[in-house]
Protein backbone atom coordinates (compact mmCIF):
# COMPACT_ATOMS: atom_id res chain seq x y z
CA UNK A 1 0.00 0.00 0.00
CA UNK A 2 3.07 2.65 0.62
CA UNK A 3 4.33 2.29 -2.40
CA UNK A 4 1.06 2.48 -4.70
CA UNK A 5 0.60 5.70 -1.87
CA UNK A 6 4.50 6.92 -2.99
CA UNK A 7 2.96 7.29 -6.58
CA UNK A 8 0.28 9.93 -6.07
CA UNK A 9 2.59 12.51 -4.75
CA UNK A 10 1.51 16.64 -6.15
CA UNK A 11 4.27 15.96 -8.99
CA UNK A 12 2.66 12.91 -10.79
CA UNK A 13 -0.59 14.28 -10.33
CA UNK A 14 0.22 17.09 -11.97
CA UNK A 15 2.44 15.99 -14.94
CA UNK A 16 -0.87 13.38 -15.54
CA UNK A 17 -3.25 15.91 -14.98
CA UNK A 18 -1.13 17.81 -17.84
CA UNK A 19 -0.78 15.36 -20.01
CA UNK A 20 -4.39 14.23 -19.87
CA UNK A 21 -5.86 17.77 -20.23
CA UNK A 22 -3.49 19.34 -22.62
CA UNK A 23 -4.25 16.01 -25.08
CA UNK A 24 -7.79 15.94 -24.87
CA UNK A 25 -8.07 20.13 -25.82
CA UNK A 26 -5.72 19.75 -28.79
CA UNK A 27 -7.48 16.58 -30.27
CA UNK A 28 -11.18 18.65 -29.30
CA UNK A 29 -9.44 22.04 -30.95
CA UNK A 30 -8.24 20.23 -34.15
CA UNK A 31 -11.27 17.82 -34.28
CA UNK A 32 -13.44 21.22 -34.26
CA UNK A 33 -11.02 22.93 -37.26
CA UNK A 34 -10.29 25.90 -34.49
CA UNK A 35 -6.73 26.79 -34.94
CA UNK A 36 -4.55 25.33 -32.32
CA UNK A 37 -1.30 26.67 -33.30
CA UNK A 38 -1.47 29.69 -30.52
CA UNK A 39 -1.92 26.79 -28.00
CA UNK A 40 1.89 25.30 -29.25
CA UNK A 41 4.10 27.84 -27.01
CA UNK A 42 2.07 27.67 -24.18
CA UNK A 43 1.54 23.92 -23.88
CA UNK A 44 5.20 23.32 -24.43
CA UNK A 45 6.54 25.74 -21.58
CA UNK A 46 3.46 23.96 -19.23
CA UNK A 47 5.30 20.36 -20.03
CA UNK A 48 8.83 21.86 -19.88
CA UNK A 49 7.69 23.44 -16.38
CA UNK A 50 5.88 19.76 -15.05
CA UNK A 51 8.64 17.44 -16.20
CA UNK A 52 10.70 19.94 -14.49
CA UNK A 53 8.55 19.83 -10.91
CA UNK A 54 8.45 15.94 -11.25
CA UNK A 55 11.93 15.58 -12.14
CA UNK A 56 13.24 17.01 -8.80
CA UNK A 57 10.34 15.68 -6.88
CA UNK A 58 11.27 12.76 -8.17
CA UNK A 59 14.72 12.75 -7.69
CA UNK A 60 14.49 14.35 -3.95
CA UNK A 61 12.26 11.33 -3.05
CA UNK A 62 14.92 8.80 -4.44
CA UNK A 63 17.79 10.71 -2.85
CA UNK A 64 19.55 11.31 -6.52
CA UNK A 65 21.99 14.58 -6.94
CA UNK A 66 21.19 16.50 -9.95
CA UNK A 67 23.67 18.44 -11.68
CA UNK A 68 24.01 22.28 -10.62
CA UNK A 69 21.34 23.54 -13.74
CA UNK A 70 19.01 20.80 -14.41
CA UNK A 71 16.56 23.35 -15.39
CA UNK A 72 19.12 24.26 -18.35
CA UNK A 73 20.01 20.82 -18.97
CA UNK A 74 16.03 19.68 -18.87
CA UNK A 75 14.89 22.57 -21.26
CA UNK A 76 18.28 21.59 -24.08
CA UNK A 77 18.10 18.06 -23.66
CA UNK A 78 15.12 17.33 -22.26
CA UNK A 79 14.56 13.87 -24.77
CA UNK A 80 17.68 12.43 -23.58
CA UNK A 81 18.44 13.27 -20.32
CA UNK A 82 14.65 12.28 -18.63
CA UNK A 83 15.20 8.64 -19.92
CA UNK A 84 18.94 8.29 -18.71
CA UNK A 85 17.63 9.70 -15.27
CA UNK A 86 14.61 6.74 -15.37
CA UNK A 87 17.11 4.23 -16.28
CA UNK A 88 20.12 5.40 -13.58
CA UNK A 89 17.33 5.28 -10.51
CA UNK A 90 14.87 2.88 -11.57
CA UNK A 91 16.66 -0.01 -13.95
CA UNK A 92 14.70 -2.21 -16.03
CA UNK A 93 11.75 -0.36 -14.25
CA UNK A 94 12.20 2.35 -16.30
CA UNK A 95 10.62 0.74 -19.00
CA UNK A 96 7.37 0.74 -16.66
CA UNK A 97 7.28 3.92 -16.10
CA UNK A 98 7.94 5.63 -19.71
CA UNK A 99 5.21 2.78 -21.38
CA UNK A 100 2.52 4.73 -18.56
CA UNK A 101 3.23 7.78 -19.44
CA UNK A 102 2.91 7.33 -23.37
CA UNK A 103 -0.23 4.83 -22.47
CA UNK A 104 -1.44 8.10 -20.90
CA UNK A 105 -0.79 10.41 -23.88
CA UNK A 106 -2.24 7.80 -26.29
CA UNK A 107 -5.76 7.57 -23.99
CA UNK A 108 -6.06 11.55 -24.16
CA UNK A 109 -5.74 11.39 -27.29
CA UNK A 110 -8.56 8.80 -27.69
CA UNK A 111 -10.69 10.01 -24.86
CA UNK A 112 -10.52 13.54 -26.67
CA UNK A 113 -11.39 11.83 -30.35
CA UNK A 114 -14.26 10.30 -28.96
CA UNK A 115 -15.30 13.02 -27.14
CA UNK A 116 -15.00 15.51 -30.28
CA UNK A 117 -16.72 13.00 -32.47
CA UNK A 118 -19.63 12.99 -30.13
CA UNK A 119 -19.54 16.64 -29.61
CA UNK A 120 -19.02 17.61 -33.37
CA UNK A 121 -20.41 14.51 -35.25
CA UNK A 122 -17.73 12.75 -38.17
CA UNK A 123 -15.70 15.00 -39.68
CA UNK A 124 -15.08 14.20 -43.20
CA UNK A 125 -12.18 15.96 -44.93
Known amino acids: MSSLKSHFNA???ILYAYV?????????????GADSRRFDP???IALIYALGYWLLSDS???????PYCAGVILLGTGA??????LFRTRGVMAFATISIFLAAHFASGLFGAALAA????????
Request: glycine share 4%.
Open 11 to 13: ANV
Open 20 to 32: LFVDTALVLYEFS
Open 42 to 44: LTR
Open 60 to 66: RRRRYEL
Open 80 to 85: LCLPYY
Open 118 to 125: ALFGTKVG
